[in-house]
C-alpha cells in the first residue's frame, strides 16, 4: 500500500499490507453499505510476503526527476534475448554490446517493435521483432522455443495461502442468519398495517436484511468449499449467486424510493 506517516520521534510508519477477515460487518448507526456482509479469511494476509522498500531524498531535484527515479525501483526492467530476422541479415542482435545502452520492446503490436539506444550516437533505433513463432503474451516467461527468452523473469513475492476457515464464524453466521429471517418475516407481516414513509422504512430494513442474508449464505458455501467441506455443484452456486443479484438489484431500487419519500416528507 502506498501509505505511511511519521510519529512524535520522526520515524517513519510504512504500512506493508491491510488485512481484514470479513469485508464489512454490521455497523451499528451507519448511514449506506459499507460493503457486503461475507466472511473471507483469506484476505487476512496469513502468508510468507516479501517487500523492497526505497527511500529516496530528492530535493532539490524536480517532481518528474523524482518519479523517473521511482518508476525506474519499482518496475525492474527485464533483461531477455531473442532470436530474429532482422533488417540487415543477423539472425540474433545482442541485447548488450559496447554500443546499446538499453533495449525495450513493445510486444503489443504486430510484428512487434524492439527500440535500442545507442549511447554513442545518442539515438535511438526501432526495428521489427520477427521471432520463428509469436510467444505467448499473457506468460511471457515461458516462451523458450519462441526465439525469446527472458533471463531474470521475476518472481511473485507472495507465498501460498496459509489461512484457516474459523468454524466459529460460519456458526456465527448461521445464527445471524436465522435471527434476521425471523426479523424479515415480522417485518412482512407488519407492512399491511402501516402506510407513508413508515411503510417504506420498514420495506427497506427488510429488503436490506434478506440481501445480507443471501450474502452470509454465499459466504457460508464459498467458503465450504474452499476448505474442503462441501463439493462444489455449479447449479446450486449459480442459482445463489442469481438470487442475491435480485436482491440487491430491488434493494438498490428502493434506495431511491426511500429517499423520494423522504424528500416529500421534509418539504
Not at 466472511?39 to 517487500?51: D, H, I, T
Request: proline share 4%; charged share 35%; aromatic share 12%.
Amino acid at each position: 500500500m502506498r501509505e505511511y506517516k511519521v510519529d512524535e520521534d520522526g520515524k517513519i510508519l510504512v504500512t506493508l499490507i491491510r488485512s481484514v477477515d470479513w469485508i464489512t460487518k454490521n455497523v451499528p448507526n451507519r448511514t449506506g453499505d459499507a460493503g457486503p456482509m461475507m466472511y473471507v479469511p483469506s484476505a487476512k494476509c496469513e502468508r510468507r510476503m516479501s517487500f523492497e522498500i526505497g527511500f529516496f531524498d530528492f530535493h532539490p531535484l524536480r517532481w518528474e526527476d523524482f518519479l523517473r527515479w521511482y518508476h525506474l525501483f519499482s518496475m525492474e526492467p527485464l533483461i531477455l534475448e531473442y532470436e530474429s530476422e532482422l533488417e540487415d541479415g543477423r539472425e540474433e542482435f545482442p541485447i548488450f554490446d559496447d554500443g546499446i545502452l538499453w533495449s525495450y520492446i513493445n510486444p503489443f503490436v504486430d510484428p512487434p517493435e524492439i527500440f535500442h539506444f545507442d549511447h554513442r550516437t545518442r539515438r535511438i533505433d526501432k526495428r521489427k521483432l520477427v521471432l520463428k513463432n509469436s510467444p505467448d503474451l499473457v506468460n511471457l516467461s515461458h516462451t523458450s522455443g519462441y526465439g525469446l527468452r527472458f533471463l531474470n523473469f521475476p518472481e511473485f513475492p507472495v507465498g501460498e495461502d496459509e489461512s484457516t476457515l474459523d468454524k466459529k464464524e460460519i456458526e456465527r453466521m448461521r445464527n445471524l442468519i436465522s435471527e434476521f429471517q425471523s426479523e424479515v418475516d415480522a417485518l412482512e407481516r407488519n407492512l399491511n398495517d402501516l402506510e407513508g414513509l413508515e411503510y417504506h422504512r420498514n420495506k427497506h430494513r427488510s429488503l436490506s436484511l434478506s440481501r445480507t442474508i443471501l450474502e452470509m449464505k454465499l459466504s457460508i458455501l464459498l467458503n465450504e468449499i474452499r476448505y474442503g467441506l462441501r463439493e462444489l455443484k455449479y447449479e446450486e452456486l449459480r442459482d445463489l449467486v442469481f438470487e442475491l443479484n435480485k436482491m440487491r438489484s430491488k434493494r438498490r431500487i428502493y434506495d431511491y424510493i426511500l429517499e423520494y419519500q423522504l424528500f416529500r416528507e421534509a418539504r
